[in-house]
């Protein structure tokens, strides 16, 4: 299974990771590689508990993510 991550710049160093098709599923890591492996280990855990719990792994639905430059005026 595929998943989209966003991974964040931690303001005290480092990053944080969530995956938005699983609520509550976040990691971090001080590099980008060391938060992408500490993310997928903690996708495999939270879909681990939630097949223990019986309950059906979110399929991801299609997601985009885009930026939107705005202009505040003074």
Same mark, same amino acid.
């Given at each position: 299974? !595929?998943? /989209? @991550?966003? @991974?964040?710049?931690? %303001? %005290?160093?480092?990053?944080?990771? %969530?995956? &938005?098709?699983? &609520? ?6 001080? /590099? @980008? !590689?060391? /938060?992408?492996?500490? /993310?997928?280990?903690? @996708? ?8 223990? !719990?019986?309950?059906?792994? &979110? =399929?991801? %639905?299609?997601?985009? =993510? ?9």
């Amino acid at each position: 299974m !595929d998943y /989209t @991550i966003l @991974i964040h710049q931690a %303001e %005290e160093g480092g990053f944080w990771s %969530e995956v &938005p098709a699983l &609520p509550g599923c976040y990691s971090q890591g001080e /590099t @980008i !590689d060391e /938060t992408l492996e500490n /993310t997928k280990e903690a @996708i495999e855990a939270h879909l681990q508990a939630l097949k223990e !719990d019986q309950v059906k792994a &979110p =399929i991801e %639905e299609s997601l985009f =993510i885009g930026r939107v430059r705005v202009e505040v005026a003074d």
